[in-house]
């Protein structure tokens, strides 16, 4: 069976994830760990931010496939969601978009010395540093992550926790 894209219709999910982001991931082993048993990573690049995740949770990851467009679609009188990738369609009960892209016109909302020892989302560490990301988003998660992936030493910090 094929949709108005001609994909094959891979079988029913009850969660299609779009990003292999850090609340990607998150949502994707909370929703298998309350009792969802079909749950789809859909991940355009070929990494997740915390790929030790993928194993132990045994999570099933779509590496390489882009989003192209999610419809509504009826199915044996059941009306479903299908997202349309370069790949497949899915047909889901589902979706959470966890796709975080750049904004490049945001700023944190406090004064910032004008340093080069303090950055704002984009910084390439190169490796063998000393890092401190604060954060409570999932995206300091993920920078942490990353920063660490690369070979530094890091310190993920918020509400007093690290």
């Known amino acids: 069976m094929a949709d108005s894209t001609d994909q094959p219709i891979a079988a029913l999910y009850d969660l299609v994830i779009v990003g292999g982001t850090a609340g990607g991931l998150s949502v994707a082993i909370s929703s298998l760990r309350s009792g969802l048993k079909r749950v789809r990573i859909l991940e355009s690049s070929g990494r997740v931010a915390l790929p030790d995740l993928i194993g132990p949770n045994q999570l099933d990851v779509g590496f390489g496939e882009t989003v192209s467009s999610v419809d509504v679609s009826s199915f044996d009188g059941v009306e479903h969601l299908v997202v349309n990738t370069n790949r497949l369609s899915y047909r889901t009960r ?23 020892r303090v950055h704002v989302d984009r910084f390439d560490s190169g490796s063998d540093h000393d890092i401190l990301v604060v954060g409570l988003s999932d995206h300091a998660v993920e920078l942490a992550a990353q920063f660490a992936d690369d070979g530094n030493r890091v310190v993920l910090a918020a509400n007093g926790m690290d």
Request: avoid cysteine; glycine fraction near 4%.
């Open 94 to 116: 589902a979706v959470l978009v966890a796709d975080r892209r750049d904004a490049t016109d945001w700023s944190p909302p406090i004064g910032l010395p004008d340093t080069d």
